[in-house]
């Protein structure tokens, strides 16, 4: 644009047409909401690529819609909206991924792993912003707050075009030492996304405000502080937005600022997320935003700051909370640097894995990327299936990435702007491949010979498969064969779905006559899980069994469990079957299963212990006992530190939990900030960090750990006030 019409400024990535002030009369009571337009440059120069290499020419480049395409009469869409190009439809673009690949469908053994290199765009603008311009109102700011109110369609304009959702607010300040009350802060326009009322806000600042103070610095510390702690209910940001807040002024602050340090304002900044971004105007009046209280200005000589105000004061703010700062702007180009303020934000990308199943690892290396808003971040993914992952079946997970704003210094923790966002998710997939085989069974058996060939045996063999259920049983020699006298293996085999082959072999005894009476008994334990925790019960399953060749009578099972050094630290109800009360019987060839339940309440270690015997002579006594392992485990929990101050994280850690299980941690007075829980990792382990709001209550509090049908876990915490700065130090860092 050139004269009357107005002027362009290239700056960054972005050309703006600006309004000069001079023009303001006629730029103002415009400031309706730009018409959202999603996708870019970027995305129209790709298509029109696609279109030449297809042997079609573009209407253009870059539109505010699709780009438009000839085409030829015969395949135009009958009802097309008419457009300005005559003959044309319009070629939709789809939207570029945020995470590429979005999804992952893999097969995996127990044990297996695979990577995927993951991409990861960024916004150029911050997700659903809320705005707030806070403009320095004193007597050297005429120009920049004629060039704001000009122009505010076109800043308002370029946020609307990438984020629809936006809202704006408009506050001023002033200088402490002159300006009451407040120092001269005040919300003109509360967060709206009315833009007729923003523009009204931004109508309504003057440069009237800091008249006769003793130096340049003004309050925008306090401003800073206001806005954070909400302003009286006019700046309180929604959840899930991206708050900022555009400083402008060509002054340090004083600090404490109206009696807020520098300290607590970053704190309270960072506790609701905001980002600040500083447009530092060059005024031979300001010392500028980082200044040290002297303007140097050779007609004020004596407006000097007592004491020094410490320099580098935007600066520090401004790294706190993940901003931008633009300094040296010439007053009349202050509407173009609060455009280019939004442009190349510092901005991290982090992930919060959601949902997943706990025999699937998902880990990102980095775990966060830093970069420049608008690029893309690159990470190298792994994705680790457990080694008993259950077969067959299929884990899933849902990888959260988040763009992260104000972080508190010294933690891992997501701040408050980690949003998540379903545009941002990777899916995950992984079919656990069936590799275990078929479990065969077939027991032994000892017969008396029927003649001098010897005996026809019958039996009755099984196969059971994780996955496939029952199985059919080929054994050689099959069942209803004649065995020889003497002793014969006999092989059985099941194949499941997976092409898995499970086999078992059995001794087949014939014996020839005269044979005393006599049986052949025997049992084996499997406690499942062997693995069990305090309150939760742990199951002993015992299977007796009868070789032969006669009936075992008068069977008797006798179970061991692990003995608590306290009686009261176990329950176990008597066996209800095979009992010295209530013998049993086991024909030839015959099983019984018996089944045991005992819970604990302390942590044990040992062996759960069967032994059986009958009236009839055991042809193999060794056969008669047998043993499997127990492990009770007792959840701990421990927390550093155990004296706290407002805004410090206290490190919760758990140890031999159930891998998978949701603990609940929550603290008994003052706010808990993310009540969802934590997923115990594959080692029984976790790893928190509780924070403590920086504005929480004082004093003595329990951090509670709750899982189901687990005893819950309390750990005191003393909270106390954080350490006050002697005033020499006051805003110092």
Known sequence: MSGAQGHVR?????????IRPEQGERARGRAGRVRPRRGGARRAAALVLLLLGAGLTPASAVADTAPVTRV???????????????GAVRVPVPPDPWVTPATLDEALDPGGSTGVAKQVRTPAIPPRPEVVLLVDGTGSMEVPIREVRTNLPLITGKILDAEPESRFAVATFGDQEVDEPNAGFRVLTELTDDMTRVQTGVNELRANLGGFSMGPSEDWINGLWEIANGADGKTVFREGSSPLVVLISDASSHAPSNGHTIDDTIADLQDTGVRVIGIEVDSDRGDGLNGNGNANNP???DQIEDPPTTPGQATRIINATGGRLLEGIQPDETAQAIIDGFDNLPATVGHRVADCDPHLTVTLDPPTRSLTSGETAHFAETVDVSADAPQGTTLTCTVQFLQLGAQVPGTDALGPAAVPDPDFQQRISIAVNDINDPVVTVDDRTVRAEDDDGARIRFTPTATDAQDGELPVTCDPASGALFPVGTTAVTCSATDSAGNTGTDTAEFEVLEPPVPPSSDIAVRVDVSPDRTYIGRPARAGFTVTNAGPDAATGVVLSAAWPAPSRAGDRTLPALNRCTAARPCTIPAGGRIEVAQTA??????????RATV????????????RDTDRLRVLKPSLTVTPLVAKPGQPVLARGKDY????TVRLTWSLGITADRSGTRVGRDGTFEVQMLVLRKDTLGPRVLRADATDLPPLRKPVLVVQRNLQPPDFAGRS
Do not use: C, K, M
């Open 599 to 608: 819970t604990y309440r302390a942590a044990i270690t040992g062996d759960v």
């Open 658 to 661: 159930p891998p998978g299980e």
């Open 299 to 301: 007609d004020f000589p």
């Open 72 to 86: 030829p009469e015969a395949v135009r869409v009958p009802g097309a909206v008419p457009g300005a190009v005559p």
């Open 613 to 624: 015997r009958g009236t009839l002579p055991d042809r193999r006594a060794a056969n008669n």
């Open 10 to 18: 290239g700056r960054g990535r972005n050309t703006v047409a600006w």
